[in-house]
Protein backbone atom coordinates (compact mmCIF):
# COMPACT_ATOMS: atom_id res chain seq x y z
CA UNK A 1 0.00 0.00 0.00
CA UNK A 2 1.29 3.80 -0.87
CA UNK A 3 0.29 7.11 0.85
CA UNK A 4 1.07 9.98 -0.80
CA UNK A 5 1.63 13.19 1.93
CA UNK A 6 2.50 16.67 1.14
CA UNK A 7 1.94 19.77 3.08
CA UNK A 8 1.17 23.95 2.78
CA UNK A 9 0.61 24.40 -0.73
CA UNK A 10 -1.12 27.90 0.08
CA UNK A 11 -3.36 28.09 -2.55
CA UNK A 12 -4.57 31.84 -3.70
CA UNK A 13 -6.32 33.13 -7.15
CA UNK A 14 -3.72 36.12 -6.49
CA UNK A 15 0.17 36.53 -6.87
CA UNK A 16 2.13 36.81 -3.96
CA UNK A 17 5.00 39.50 -3.82
CA UNK A 18 8.12 37.49 -4.79
CA UNK A 19 6.68 35.36 -7.59
CA UNK A 20 6.94 36.35 -11.12
CA UNK A 21 4.69 32.99 -12.68
CA UNK A 22 0.78 32.93 -12.34
CA UNK A 23 0.89 31.64 -9.25
CA UNK A 24 -3.13 30.17 -9.04
CA UNK A 25 -2.08 28.39 -12.24
CA UNK A 26 1.18 26.51 -10.72
CA UNK A 27 -0.49 25.76 -7.74
CA UNK A 28 -3.23 23.98 -9.26
CA UNK A 29 -0.57 22.17 -11.65
CA UNK A 30 1.08 20.75 -8.59
CA UNK A 31 -2.51 19.80 -6.87
CA UNK A 32 -3.32 17.77 -10.67
CA UNK A 33 0.24 16.44 -10.82
CA UNK A 34 -0.54 14.89 -7.66
CA UNK A 35 -3.44 13.03 -8.68
CA UNK A 36 -1.49 12.11 -11.42
CA UNK A 37 0.99 10.63 -9.52
CA UNK A 38 -1.09 8.55 -7.01
CA UNK A 39 -3.07 7.19 -9.86
CA UNK A 40 0.23 5.98 -11.47
CA UNK A 41 1.58 4.36 -8.13
CA UNK A 42 -2.07 3.06 -7.23
CA UNK A 43 -1.91 5.30 -3.83
CA UNK A 44 -4.39 4.41 -1.57
CA UNK A 45 -5.22 7.87 -0.13
CA UNK A 46 -3.66 11.29 -0.56
CA UNK A 47 -2.98 13.12 2.82
CA UNK A 48 -2.68 17.17 2.93
CA UNK A 49 -0.83 18.90 5.90
CA UNK A 50 -2.99 21.90 6.72
CA UNK A 51 -2.56 25.33 4.43
CA UNK A 52 -4.44 24.25 1.78
CA UNK A 53 -5.19 27.99 1.54
CA UNK A 54 -2.97 31.10 1.96
CA UNK A 55 -5.88 32.93 3.88
CA UNK A 56 -9.28 31.54 4.92
CA UNK A 57 -11.25 33.50 2.57
CA UNK A 58 -10.35 32.70 -1.31
CA UNK A 59 -12.04 33.45 -4.68
CA UNK A 60 -15.26 31.17 -5.24
CA UNK A 61 -13.49 30.34 -8.54
CA UNK A 62 -10.71 29.35 -7.45
CA UNK A 63 -11.46 27.28 -4.63
CA UNK A 64 -14.24 25.74 -6.91
CA UNK A 65 -11.30 24.80 -9.39
CA UNK A 66 -9.48 23.57 -6.52
CA UNK A 67 -12.37 21.30 -5.33
CA UNK A 68 -12.85 19.74 -8.36
CA UNK A 69 -9.36 18.40 -8.87
CA UNK A 70 -9.53 17.04 -5.59
CA UNK A 71 -12.79 15.58 -6.49
CA UNK A 72 -10.98 14.07 -9.18
CA UNK A 73 -8.28 12.08 -7.42
CA UNK A 74 -8.42 8.35 -7.86
CA UNK A 75 -8.56 7.94 -4.01
CA UNK A 76 -10.08 9.85 -0.95
CA UNK A 77 -8.02 12.64 0.17
CA UNK A 78 -8.03 13.59 3.68
CA UNK A 79 -6.46 17.07 5.26
CA UNK A 80 -6.00 19.11 8.79
CA UNK A 81 -6.51 22.84 9.00
CA UNK A 82 -3.45 24.56 9.06
CA UNK A 83 -3.26 28.22 10.76
CA UNK A 84 -4.19 29.41 6.72
CA UNK A 85 -7.16 27.76 6.61
CA UNK A 86 -9.00 29.39 9.78
CA UNK A 87 -8.94 32.93 11.41
CA UNK A 88 -7.24 33.15 14.41
CA UNK A 89 -5.47 29.84 14.59
CA UNK A 90 -9.14 28.93 15.75
CA UNK A 91 -10.49 25.58 14.25
CA UNK A 92 -13.79 26.74 14.98
CA UNK A 93 -14.47 29.20 12.89
CA UNK A 94 -13.85 26.63 9.99
CA UNK A 95 -17.51 26.49 8.59
CA UNK A 96 -16.50 30.41 7.81
CA UNK A 97 -13.89 29.56 5.59
CA UNK A 98 -13.77 29.06 1.80
CA UNK A 99 -12.43 25.13 2.57
CA UNK A 100 -15.58 24.15 4.13
CA UNK A 101 -16.60 25.03 0.48
CA UNK A 102 -14.64 21.79 -0.55
CA UNK A 103 -15.85 20.24 2.23
CA UNK A 104 -19.86 20.16 1.66
CA UNK A 105 -18.47 19.02 -1.59
CA UNK A 106 -17.13 16.23 0.12
CA UNK A 107 -13.61 16.97 -1.87
CA UNK A 108 -11.99 15.37 1.44
CA UNK A 109 -12.39 14.16 4.32
CA UNK A 110 -11.26 16.31 7.66
CA UNK A 111 -9.09 14.35 10.24
CA UNK A 112 -9.76 14.31 13.80
CA UNK A 113 -8.83 12.02 17.03
CA UNK A 114 -11.06 9.14 15.78
CA UNK A 115 -8.68 7.23 13.54
CA UNK A 116 -9.57 6.71 9.37
CA UNK A 117 -8.73 3.17 8.66
CA UNK A 118 -7.47 1.46 5.46
CA UNK A 119 -7.73 -1.56 5.00
CA UNK A 120 -7.74 -4.41 2.81
CA UNK A 121 -10.39 -6.95 2.75
CA UNK A 122 -8.02 -9.40 2.64
CA UNK A 123 -5.47 -8.37 5.18
CA UNK A 124 -7.68 -6.15 7.48
CA UNK A 125 -6.39 -2.72 8.87
CA UNK A 126 -3.39 -1.53 7.09
CA UNK A 127 -3.06 2.11 8.32
CA UNK A 128 -5.13 4.09 10.66
CA UNK A 129 -4.53 7.97 10.13
CA UNK A 130 -5.66 10.18 12.62
CA UNK A 131 -4.38 14.56 12.85
CA UNK A 132 -4.48 17.79 14.83
CA UNK A 133 -5.75 21.17 13.21
CA UNK A 134 -3.58 23.72 14.22
CA UNK A 135 -4.23 25.76 17.07
CA UNK A 136 -3.02 29.03 18.73
CA UNK A 137 -1.44 27.47 21.81
CA UNK A 138 -0.62 23.93 19.93
CA UNK A 139 3.59 23.99 20.70
CA UNK A 140 3.00 25.45 24.35
CA UNK A 141 4.44 22.76 26.47
CA UNK A 142 1.56 21.14 28.14
CA UNK A 143 0.28 20.21 25.06
CA UNK A 144 3.29 17.74 23.71
CA UNK A 145 0.06 15.32 23.96
CA UNK A 146 -1.43 16.62 20.40
CA UNK A 147 1.91 15.18 18.79
CA UNK A 148 1.95 12.33 21.08
CA UNK A 149 -1.25 11.03 22.13
CA UNK A 150 -2.95 9.39 18.72
CA UNK A 151 -5.52 6.80 19.07
CA UNK A 152 -3.77 3.29 17.95
CA UNK A 153 -5.48 0.52 16.15
CA UNK A 154 -3.87 -2.51 16.61
CA UNK A 155 -2.35 -4.58 13.67
CA UNK A 156 -2.04 -1.18 11.49
CA UNK A 157 0.70 1.54 10.65
CA UNK A 158 -0.79 4.46 12.97
CA UNK A 159 -0.01 7.53 11.37
CA UNK A 160 -0.60 11.40 12.57
CA UNK A 161 -0.45 14.27 11.11
CA UNK A 162 -0.20 17.55 12.87
CA UNK A 163 0.26 21.20 11.70
CA UNK A 164 2.43 22.99 14.16
CA UNK A 165 5.84 24.26 14.99
CA UNK A 166 7.19 20.89 14.94
CA UNK A 167 11.34 21.41 14.05
CA UNK A 168 14.85 19.21 14.96
CA UNK A 169 16.01 21.91 17.27
CA UNK A 170 14.68 24.35 19.02
CA UNK A 171 14.29 27.97 17.04
CA UNK A 172 15.49 31.04 19.68
CA UNK A 173 13.65 33.51 17.94
CA UNK A 174 10.60 31.03 18.09
CA UNK A 175 8.69 31.99 21.56
CA UNK A 176 6.63 28.32 21.20
CA UNK A 177 8.00 25.34 18.73
CA UNK A 178 8.00 21.23 19.88
CA UNK A 179 11.01 19.33 18.64
CA UNK A 180 11.11 16.01 17.61
CA UNK A 181 13.28 14.80 20.92
CA UNK A 182 10.77 16.34 22.91
CA UNK A 183 7.81 14.20 20.98
CA UNK A 184 9.72 11.13 21.79
CA UNK A 185 10.37 12.05 25.51
CA UNK A 186 6.42 12.41 25.59
CA UNK A 187 6.76 8.60 24.22
CA UNK A 188 4.27 8.64 20.98
CA UNK A 189 1.89 6.22 20.07
CA UNK A 190 2.09 6.64 15.86
CA UNK A 191 4.66 5.05 13.90
CA UNK A 192 4.85 7.66 11.52
CA UNK A 193 4.25 11.14 12.84
CA UNK A 194 3.91 13.78 9.74
CA UNK A 195 4.12 17.88 10.27
CA UNK A 196 3.86 20.97 8.38
CA UNK A 197 3.75 24.36 8.99
CA UNK A 198 7.63 25.08 9.11
CA UNK A 199 8.34 25.69 5.24
CA UNK A 200 11.51 24.36 4.95
CA UNK A 201 10.49 20.90 6.31
CA UNK A 202 13.43 18.69 8.08
CA UNK A 203 12.71 15.94 5.79
CA UNK A 204 12.62 12.42 7.21
CA UNK A 205 14.13 11.76 10.52
CA UNK A 206 13.75 7.78 12.39
CA UNK A 207 13.74 7.12 16.00
CA UNK A 208 13.01 4.24 18.14
CA UNK A 209 10.83 3.82 20.96
CA UNK A 210 11.92 1.79 24.42
CA UNK A 211 10.03 -1.04 22.80
CA UNK A 212 12.17 -1.44 19.66
CA UNK A 213 9.64 -0.18 17.89
CA UNK A 214 10.35 2.13 14.45
CA UNK A 215 8.91 6.18 14.59
CA UNK A 216 9.61 8.14 11.80
CA UNK A 217 8.92 11.86 11.13
CA UNK A 218 8.13 13.56 7.59
CA UNK A 219 8.08 16.95 6.68
CA UNK A 220 8.68 17.25 3.02
CA UNK A 221 8.49 21.27 3.01
CA UNK A 222 5.68 23.08 1.44
CA UNK A 223 4.55 22.60 -1.77
CA UNK A 224 4.62 26.57 -2.28
CA UNK A 225 6.76 29.49 -2.36
CA UNK A 226 4.60 32.45 -0.81
CA UNK A 227 7.48 34.69 0.58
CA UNK A 228 11.18 35.65 0.66
CA UNK A 229 12.01 33.63 3.75
CA UNK A 230 14.69 30.71 3.46
CA UNK A 231 12.05 27.64 3.53
CA UNK A 232 10.00 29.08 0.70
CA UNK A 233 13.31 29.65 -1.70
CA UNK A 234 14.75 26.37 -1.52
CA UNK A 235 15.10 24.33 -4.75
CA UNK A 236 13.10 21.46 -4.15
CA UNK A 237 9.67 20.96 -3.76
CA UNK A 238 8.60 17.63 -2.67
CA UNK A 239 5.86 15.33 -1.76
CA UNK A 240 6.69 12.10 0.67
CA UNK A 241 5.51 8.50 -0.16
CA UNK A 242 4.44 6.23 2.17
CA UNK A 243 5.16 2.28 1.61
CA UNK A 244 3.39 0.13 3.62
CA UNK A 245 4.02 -3.52 3.27
CA UNK A 246 3.33 -6.98 5.49
CA UNK A 247 3.27 -4.31 9.13
CA UNK A 248 6.99 -2.67 7.81
CA UNK A 249 6.47 1.02 6.51
CA UNK A 250 8.82 3.55 5.12
CA UNK A 251 8.70 6.99 3.34
CA UNK A 252 10.74 8.50 0.44
CA UNK A 253 10.76 12.13 -0.64
CA UNK A 254 9.55 12.49 -4.01
CA UNK A 255 10.80 16.10 -6.36
CA UNK A 256 7.89 17.27 -8.11
CA UNK A 257 9.04 17.63 -11.83
CA UNK A 258 10.94 21.07 -12.85
CA UNK A 259 8.11 21.34 -15.41
CA UNK A 260 5.77 21.32 -12.77
CA UNK A 261 7.85 23.30 -9.84
CA UNK A 262 10.23 25.46 -11.44
CA UNK A 263 13.15 26.70 -10.04
CA UNK A 264 13.39 29.26 -7.70
CA UNK A 265 15.54 31.11 -9.69
CA UNK A 266 12.86 31.50 -12.36
CA UNK A 267 9.71 32.09 -10.44
CA UNK A 268 11.52 34.16 -7.58
CA UNK A 269 11.55 38.21 -8.10
CA UNK A 270 15.15 38.57 -6.13
CA UNK A 271 14.80 42.19 -6.57
CA UNK A 272 11.22 42.17 -4.41
CA UNK A 273 13.29 39.35 -2.03
CA UNK A 274 16.23 42.12 -1.28
CA UNK A 275 13.64 44.89 -0.67
CA UNK A 276 11.33 42.86 1.41
CA UNK A 277 13.66 42.03 3.59
CA UNK A 278 15.54 45.75 4.12
CA UNK A 279 11.75 46.91 4.79
CA UNK A 280 11.25 44.30 7.68
CA UNK A 281 14.63 45.34 9.04
CA UNK A 282 13.45 49.05 9.11
CA UNK A 283 9.86 47.55 10.37
CA UNK A 284 11.73 46.15 13.09
CA UNK A 285 14.18 49.02 14.40
CA UNK A 286 10.86 51.18 13.94
CA UNK A 287 9.43 48.87 16.27
CA UNK A 288 12.69 48.83 18.61
CA UNK A 289 12.81 52.49 18.78
CA UNK A 290 9.12 53.32 19.64
CA UNK A 291 9.90 52.82 23.08
CA UNK A 292 13.00 55.21 23.27
CA UNK A 293 12.95 57.22 26.43
CA UNK A 294 14.09 60.20 24.58
CA UNK A 295 10.84 60.30 22.87
CA UNK A 296 7.72 62.65 24.51
CA UNK A 297 5.93 60.37 27.15
CA UNK A 298 3.04 62.84 26.57
CA UNK A 299 2.73 61.91 23.06
CA UNK A 300 0.81 58.55 21.78
CA UNK A 301 2.43 56.06 19.88
CA UNK A 302 1.06 57.18 16.51
CA UNK A 303 2.87 60.62 17.55
CA UNK A 304 5.61 58.98 18.51
CA UNK A 305 5.98 56.83 14.94
CA UNK A 306 5.75 60.06 13.00
CA UNK A 307 8.83 61.23 14.93
CA UNK A 308 10.67 58.32 14.27
CA UNK A 309 9.70 58.89 10.86
CA UNK A 310 10.78 62.46 10.67
CA UNK A 311 14.21 61.57 12.43
CA UNK A 312 15.48 58.63 10.15
CA UNK A 313 18.16 59.04 7.97
CA UNK A 314 17.15 56.65 5.63
CA UNK A 315 14.07 57.25 3.97
CA UNK A 316 11.40 54.81 5.21
CA UNK A 317 9.20 52.85 2.25
CA UNK A 318 5.69 53.76 2.79
CA UNK A 319 5.06 49.88 2.75
CA UNK A 320 6.76 49.52 6.62
CA UNK A 321 5.10 52.90 8.07
CA UNK A 322 1.69 51.12 6.86
CA UNK A 323 2.14 48.10 8.59
CA UNK A 324 3.73 49.83 11.80
CA UNK A 325 0.18 51.78 11.62
CA UNK A 326 -1.93 48.94 11.45
CA UNK A 327 0.08 46.69 14.18
CA UNK A 328 -0.56 49.89 16.71
CA UNK A 329 -3.83 49.58 16.02
CA UNK A 330 -4.19 45.94 16.48
CA UNK A 331 -2.28 46.54 19.61
CA UNK A 332 -4.64 49.23 20.64
CA UNK A 333 -7.84 47.55 20.23
CA UNK A 334 -6.59 44.47 21.88
CA UNK A 335 -5.84 47.00 25.14
CA UNK A 336 -9.91 48.00 24.65
CA UNK A 337 -11.05 44.89 25.12
CA UNK A 338 -8.95 44.06 28.07
CA UNK A 339 -10.21 47.09 29.68
CA UNK A 340 -13.74 46.38 28.35
CA UNK A 341 -13.29 42.96 30.42
Aim: charged residues 25%; negative net charge.
Amino acid sequence: MKIIYFTDPHGKAGNPSVRLDNFSETILNKFKYVGKYAEQIKAAAILIGGDLLDTPDVSQNFISELSYIIQNYPCETDVILGNHDIYGYNPETFLRTSLNISNKLNAFNRLGKEPKVVQNMLEGPIAAITGQDSYVHLDKPENIGDYADSKVIDGAVNIHMVHGMLVEKVWPQVKYCTTLEQVMEANPNADIILSGHEHTGYGIKIFYRSDGRKVIFCNPGSLARVTSSTGDLRKDVRMAVITIENGEYDIELVNLPLDIARPANEVIDWERVALEKANKEKLQNLLTNISKPELATDLNYFEALNQLVERSEVPIDERVIAECIKQLQAAEEALKMDKED
